[in-house]
């Protein structure tokens, strides 16, 4: 197909965004590779249970940043300007209150939850000590979630990019240093990740600072405003809840199966993961890009824009999936899976590699109904498409892990029924700030 000038500005946001998302998840594999090295098998079995609550966090916050993303650019592309940025501070103020919230909450639970994750003895302690001492991180780690929506809602992609890259670059060198350098074990490399994060917040705080000051906008919260943006995050956050149930669910009956069928489901997972970061960074452009032109009263140009981000979506799922065919049999030794777990991933790669394109349409819609400001109707959709692929994780409980795969497929297409059928309509069509 030829490439059009709305082609070019969703790639003018994409990439950048692509290049964001892969840097996020570096931070703990970095963690992982110096803890290793330095410290062993029980402080990386720490550093998992630990880990799985952190992320667990920041998968149910993302809605700091899909919110704010939606507002911002909403408010932009009317010309409000400094609506935009009192968006982009309330937006802000939102996550440190939250990320203070969680300080208080989890910390002293953390003995619990690591207990119910299964970590006991020292690995249980050293889970403790690095969940506790992240958790100070929490409001860093939030104002970045919600700093990046405010760029993304003013179709700055780009500095996201550089500060998740001097973000990560920062983490591994403190790291190491703490770690191997100044011996201070699990708790050092727990610090590290807290300053790169704080180090990353303060960078956003000073960027939308110095765009509120430029427009006006006083920096103190606005108690109404804030209280919208958490209003506006419930429906999104429970979009998100949905999501976890399914992939946690898929998880808990794979973990029944076996160990390799949960191993080789596990490493099917982490492809699957890699493949949507490159669909999610054209939802995220669908989110600037939609929110921007409802803004401006363009219902001619949102229909336009997402006829042609759902045609990216289509087609950047069709190579992806092709691509893993054509690696499908490369796989395995990358992982170095045992023979056993070699052989279901082989079968695996192929339902999905085959709903690559499915998963291409679905992310991009989501991420323009989002951009649109529809999370009620997402929030509702999520409830109703997780339902759907319950009855069926069920049935393939006791049909093997292809089948639970085909199971997620499931899920996938009552999800793009669900998007498909709102997209052709005209009630998420709200135009002005």
């Given at each position: ?73 909403r408010q932009t592309g009317a010309g409000e300007h400094g609506r935009a940025m009192r968006s982009g501070v309330d937006g802000l103020w939102l996550a440190i209150c ?68 001097g973000s990560f670059a920062a983490n591994a060198a403190l790291n190491a240093w703490f770690v191997l350098g100044l011996g201070w074990g699990i708790a050092g490399s ?244």
């Amino acid at each position: 197909m030829p490439i059009t000038s709305r082609d070019r500005e969703i790639l003018r946001l994409a990439v950048p965004a692509f290049g964001a998302l892969v840097a996020e998840p570096l931070f703990l594999l970095a963690d992982y590779a110096i803890v290793g090295h330095g410290l062993g098998t029980t402080a990386v079995g720490a550093l998992g249970v630990a880990g799985t609550v952190l992320t667990a966090l920041v998968n149910l916050c993302v809605f700091l940043a899909y919110g704010t993303t939606a507002q911002v650019a909403r408010q932009t592309g009317a010309g409000e300007h400094g609506r935009a940025m009192r968006s982009g501070v309330d937006g802000l103020w939102l996550a440190i209150c939250l990320g203070v919230a969680l300080i208080a909450v989890i910390w002293p639970l953390a003995p619990e939850i690591v207990s119910w994750l299964g970590a006991s003895g020292t690995q249980a302690g050293q889970a403790v000590t690095y969940l506790r001492i992240s958790l100070l991180g929490t409001p860093g780690m939030l104002v970045v979630l919600a700093g990046t929506g405010v760029l993304r809602g003013l179709q700055d992609t780009v500095t996201p990019l550089a500060v998740a890259v001097g973000s990560f670059a920062a983490n591994a060198a403190l790291n190491a240093w703490f770690v191997l350098g100044l011996g201070w074990g699990i708790a050092g490399s727990a610090w590290g990740t807290v300053i790169a994060q704080t180090l990353g917040a303060a960078v956003y705080l000073v960027v939308v600072a110095r765009g509120a000051r430029r427009h006006g906008t006083p920096l103190t919260p606005s108690l109404y405003g804030v209280r919208q943006a958490g209003t506006a995050g419930i429906a999104l956050f429970v979009r998100t809840l949905c999501l976890r149930i399914v992939l946690l669910a898929a998880t808990a009956i794979a973990t029944r199966m076996g160990e390799a069928e949960l191993a080789a489901y596990a490493l099917a997972t982490q492809v699957w993961t890699l493949l949507a970061f490159a669909l999610d960074a054209i939802a995220i452009a669908g989110q600037a890009i939609t929110g921007r032109s409802l803004g401006a009263g363009d219902v001619p140009a949102t229909r336009d824009a997402t006829r042609r981000m759902v045609t990216w979506g289509l087609w950047s799922g069709a190579l992806l999936g092709l691509l893993v065919l054509a690696a499908r049999p490369l796989v395995p030794g990358l992982f170095d899976a045992e023979p056993a777990v070699a052989g279901m991933l082989l079968d695996l790669l192929w339902p999905v590699a085959l709903f690559q394109p499915i998963c291409g349409i679905v992310f991009v819609l989501d991420g323009v109904l989002i951009g649109a400001g529809d999370q009620r109707y997402l929030a509702w959709a999520g409830v109703w498409t997780t339902l759907a692929y319950l009855p069926a994780a069920l049935l393939a409980s006791g049909l093997g892990v292809v089948a639970l795969w085909c199971a997620l497929g499931v899920w996938m297409v009552a999800r793009l029924v669900t998007l498909v059928r709102r997209a052709a309509g005209t009630a998420w069509l709200v135009t002005g700030a």
